[in-house]
């Protein structure tokens, strides 16, 4: 009865490096979402995916940041090229509906960009 | 725009006492849900409890429960009988009607720590 999972947990990168973030959903949840904590805020949606679907990215910079969620295996939020203000907590959420009462969400990743 | 308040950034309680920790909404929609979430050192995300904006009753789940004052949009939390592990930062969070109500906007959070 595995909830969601996210890894890695700490993730250090170079400005200009790439950082891959990873996320399995609750078994049978076919939707995800990505939220970002920078310090001392709260979280920030950036993404809504279904399987093979990005549904809403309305809260994803344009630049850099993409989202995919496969049909098999994990959700992948990549940054490319990161900067000092890529650093954050990075939490994913899934549900098995549509609605917000029944998101789960992870433990987080958190990135350090030095 | 749906914004989350939190004035609180910290708050203190003694073990076994209760605690309010206040959040205050701003909506033009007249259909919307309400959470709140905690968020202990360790970092994950932990949903405590929900409103929704037609219910009747105010929500409890255990020694939680939501103040829903929905003429002054306020939406508190009450943790009564405070215990040490209560200690955490608190985070209100708003979603829109409609289509897209996946889409939480959380406020900053409270601290709280419970002291012994």
């Known amino acids: 009865n595995a909830g969601v999972m996210q890894n890695p947990r700490h993730l250090v990168r170079r400005r200009g490096q790439e950082a891959r973030l990873r996320c399995s959903p609750m078994?049978?949840?076919?939707?995800v979402y990505w939220y970002r904590q920078l310090p001392e805020e709260g979280l920030k949606f950036m993404v809504y995916l279904q399987k093979e679907n990005i549904i809403d990215e309305s809260g994803m910079p344009k630049e850099r940041f993409s989202a995919e969620f496969p049909k098999e295996g994990p959700s992948i939020l990549r940054i490319q090229q990161v900067v000092r203000g890529d650093s954050a907590a990075y939490f994913c959420?899934?549900?098995?509906?549509?609605?917000?009462?029944?998101?789960?969400f992870g433990p987080g990743t958190r990135l350090t960009v030095l | 725009a749906q914004k989350i308040t939190q004035t609180q950034p910290g708050m203190f309680v003694q073990e076994k006492e209760a605690v309010t920790l206040d959040c205050t909404y701003d909506?033009?929609?007249?259909?919307?849900?309400l959470f709140w979430y905690k968020q202990p050192s360790s970092g994950e995300m932990i949903f405590l409890i929900y409103q929704g904006s037609y219910d009747q009753q105010n929500a409890t789940e255990g020694r939680y429960s939501l103040n829903f004052q929905k003429a002054r949009k306020s939406a508190n939390l009450v943790i009564s009988a405070s215990q040490l592990g209560d200690s955490a930062m608190y985070f209100c969070a708003m979603s829109p009607p409609g289509r897209s109500n996946y889409k939480l906007t959380f406020g900053k959070g409270t601290l709280l720590t419970v002291n012994p």
């Open positions: 909506t033009s929609d007249p259909s919307y849900g």
């Open positions: 078994k049978g949840h076919s939707h």
């Open positions: 959420a899934s549900s098995l509906g549509v609605k917000a009462d029944t998101q789960y």
